[in-house]
């Protein structure tokens, strides 16, 4: 912590004392104003990398309140999804099949994956779409960046754009299921051509699709900088708070064909009568962002930035009939002299974190072709985190006090890394890319040992991770590329909690290769991409239970993901765009071995497969746009846009198992905006959706449980339960999406 404050006091010294002695004569150089940070996790024009760039402009023709995952729709292989059903509350994305735990998301370079369970919940910064100036989407292993190792994609949110005139942005947003969003967004510009300040207020409201799943979120967003000629300086402080309704148990595998219990949540509903109100996830977060960028020489320049993260927040439970022994006590109490046995009770589990550290880049940029461009990049952080559980209410006398801790731990993990990336413009249309990182990890954390006691312990990993690439401009519009780098990742917080040594997993390694042609023409432009991602000691869950009683992922050897991408983009005729991707691929385990309860003889039995799928990666996912200019005039214009998506077969778990699989869906959506320039404000932009268009029921993600019993049938009992075969059943759950559904959004920009 004493780190952070100082590197921030030694920034805004560093900065004040520039903005006082600068002279202010002329604007800084437009290059500048883009870049107040090097991005040095950026792929650019030329890198051999497959990457997706989503700018400003487009973000404000698609966004209404809706978060990042639902956004990015139409990145080739991303298939998003949404607890509430409709893309406000807690939302996830999957990129090539890989969960958000392998995709790296990062802030301005810096990351924002949970340091601990390598996630991402975007619900924790609200309407951060906003703010944002780019989204680059690299697929694959990527180039080298901050933060958690990347086995699917690499998306990096860019904040670091400043604004050069003043401006105000209101904006309201309506739409089905009691959506809501009130932003309001104002810059000052360049003051004297050197200072800037922005703020973002936002406030979004939804009563979701699924019952009870309401989202409450509200953020703000201040920024403010210094931009000269040798020196540019940026400050961000962004805050959310979120209480969004628990949505995430899904619907009962049972329910799934009745049209009138699609939207069933079982949330809440352990209390008798009416459900439980309060059984929500309350969370705020809050980040700090200071960056310097400074052209030390004409050809030299330095990046440093620092940040500061602190989270705090708890889900509440409503839980029925519990035993002492699952708090730790003997017993509840007494009412005269019978033991209480049970007890319903309510209760909170909090989490209390900080996360802070730098990154740095230091790039050289030649004199004369056909010299390199180096760039010398990394950063070190520091997570200390708190997990703790209360009870706050008990409808017995129980022999507890009011929000004592039934259980208490901290863990810490420090994350540092550091890469050397280098292109070489080698003449005749040929560049290549060279790129060694270095990653140390060091996670302190309470867990079993060998003796399955309960103690504090201390794991180390050592990563390196090369990767190479080449561009070949064949003549002008046509490229050749490949790419091949390594990637690592350590496992993750419940991996080391929930085993002991022993049964602890390792860490998985991945061999990305990555080859590919771009066409592009005057009209049109055409990319396809081929791809072969070979994993080692991948981390799957296969249903075996560990010495410690925890069903952990396990390691599996051999396992890869093989496909090819296709874009394509093509304005047949004025006023007519068209555009289409498809993903398709081969996700594949060539031995599985599957472990599966069996209530009858309380061991597990033990099943083998080959060559099963990988789950929840379709092998087909495409998505087509058609956008016709309807209006163009000197202060008008009006557009329509029809997209369509489709998503394959996606299995639950491992074993290819066709009883629990998603099945194939298709979705389209219709949008139109309307743009009124110069006659209210600067401009009046309207946009409206209809999602969902022809009313599609499906379901975007699931969960699944097998096991086998001859002795009690649990289907009266549980919904969540169905017979397979036999004596075999599965528990499943389903997160259905909503239906055909509208939304409106007023933009006015001064």
């Known amino acids: 912590m004493r780190f952070i404050v100082l590197f921030s006091i030694s920034l805004l010294l560093v900065a004040s004392f520039t903005v006082l002695s600068a002279q202010v004569s002329g604007m800084p150089d437009s290059i500048d104003l883009q870049t107040v940070v090097i991005q040095a996790t950026r792929a650019g024009d030329k890198s051999p990398v497959p990457h997706t760039n989503i700018a400003a402009e487009k973000i404000e023709k698609i966004y209404h309140a809706q978060d990042i995952p ?32 392998r995709i790296n998301i990062s802030i301005n370079g810096i990351p924002f994956n949970d340091a601990e369970s390598q996630g991402v919940f975007w619900v924790n910064l609200p309407d951060l779409a906003a703010s944002a100036a780019e989204i680059q989407v690299q697929r694959g292993v990527g180039s080298s960046t901050n933060g958690a190792g990347s086995f699917g994609a690499t998306v990096n949110l860019d904040l670091s754009k400043v604004v050069p005139e003043p401006f105000a942005v209101v904006s309201g ?33 939804s009563e979701g699709y699924v019952d009870r799943a309401a989202a409450n979120l509200n953020a703000v967003h201040l920024t403010g900088a210094y931009v000269d000629d040798r020196q540019s300086f940026m400050a961000h402080l962004i805050s959310g708070r979120e209480i969004t309704y628990q949505a995430w148990y899904g619907l009962p595998a049972q329910y799934t064909e009745e049209p009138n219990l699609r939207t069933y949540n079982p949330a809440g509903t352990e209390k008798n009568g009416d459900p439980y109100r309060d ?53 509840w109490g007494r009412v005269g002299d019978i033991a209480i046995a049970t007890t319903d009770l309510v209760r909170r589990r909090w989490l209390d974190n900080h996360f802070y550290g730098s990154t740095f880049a230091l790039r050289w940029t030649p004199n004369r072709a056909g010299q390199p461009i180096f760039l010398l990049g990394g950063a070190l952080s520091r997570y200390k985190g708190q997990h703790f559980g209360e009870i706050i209410w008990a409808n017995q006398a129980v022999a507890v006090e009011k929000e004592a801790k039934y259980y208490d731990n901290r863990a810490q993990k420090t994350d540092g890394n550091v890469f050397l990336k280098a292109e070489w413009t080698l003449g005749q249309g040929w560049s290549a890319f060279g790129d060694l990182q270095y990653r140390r990890v060091v996670y302190q954390f309470l867990g079993f040992n060998n003796q399955l006691e309960n103690v504090e312990q201390v794991t180390n990993f050592h ?70 991602m070979q994993y080692r000691n991948q981390l799957v869950l296969d249903g075996r239970i560990n010495d410690v009683g925890g069903y952990i992922r396990t390691n599996i050897p051999d396992s890869y993901r093989m496909g090819i991408e296709l874009e394509a983009t093509i304005q047949p005729i004025k006023r007519w765009i068209c555009s289409f991707n498809a993903a398709i691929s081969r996700n594949k ?79 389209s959506d219709l949008r139109f905006n309307y743009d009124l320039d110069k006659v209210v404000g600067e401009r009046l932009s309207l946009i409206f959706s209809l999602n969902n268009l022809f009313d599609a029921r499906y379901a975007s993600n699931g969960w699944t449980y097998r096991f086998v019993s001859s002795g009690y049938d649990p289907r009266p009992d549980d919904p969540y339960s169905r017979l397979e075969s036999g004596t075999v059943y599965h528990q499943a759950g389903y997160f259905p999406q909503a239906g055909r559904h509208w939304m409106l959004t007023m933009m006015l920009k001064f």
């Open 70 to 101: 639902f956004l990015l729709s139409g990145v080739p292989a991303l298939v998003e999804t949404s607890d509430a059903g409709a893309g406000t509350g807690y939302t996830g994305l999957r990129i090539r099949g890989s969960d958000p735990t």
């Open 463 to 532: 990563f390196f991770n090369p990767k190479a690439g080449f561009n070949w401009a064949v003549r002008r519009g046509l490229d050749l590329y490949g790419f091949v780098g390594t990637a690592a990742r350590e496992p993750n917080r419940d991996d080391f909690t929930q085993s002991s040594p022993q049964s602890r997993p390792k860490a998985e390694y991945l061999l990305d290769v990555e080859t590919g042609i771009k066409i592009r023409d005057e009209r049109w432009n055409v990319s396809l991409n081929a791809y072969r």
């Open 589 to 667: 385990i060539p031995t599985f071995t599957e472990f599966r309860d069996n209530w009858d003889t309380g061991m597990q039995d033990i099943i083998a497969h080959q060559h099963t799928d990988l789950a929840f990666s379709p092998n087909l996912v495409t998505r087509g746009e058609i956008g016709f200019e309807a209006l163009k005039t000197k202060h008008q214009s009006l557009s329509i846009n029809f997209s369509g998506k489709y998503v394959g077969q996606q299995y639950l778990d491992n074993t290819s198992n066709a009883n629990t699989a998603l099945s194939p869906f298709f979705f």
């Open 173 to 205: 947003t309506i739409g089905a299921f009691g959506t809501q969003k009130q932003s309001a967004y104002i810059g000052t510009g360049l003051l004297k051509g050197r200072v800037a300040f922005t703020g973002r207020v936002s406030k979004i409201r």
């Open 279 to 331: 059984e929500v996830d309350n969370y705020t977060q809050r980040h700090l962002m200071l960056h310097y960028k400074r052209s030390l020489t004409t050809n030299i320049s330095l990046q440093l930035n620092g940040h500061y993260t602190r989270g705090f927040g708890f889900y509440e439970q409503y839980k029925a009939a519990q035993s002492p022994d699952d708090y730790g006590l003997d017993t």
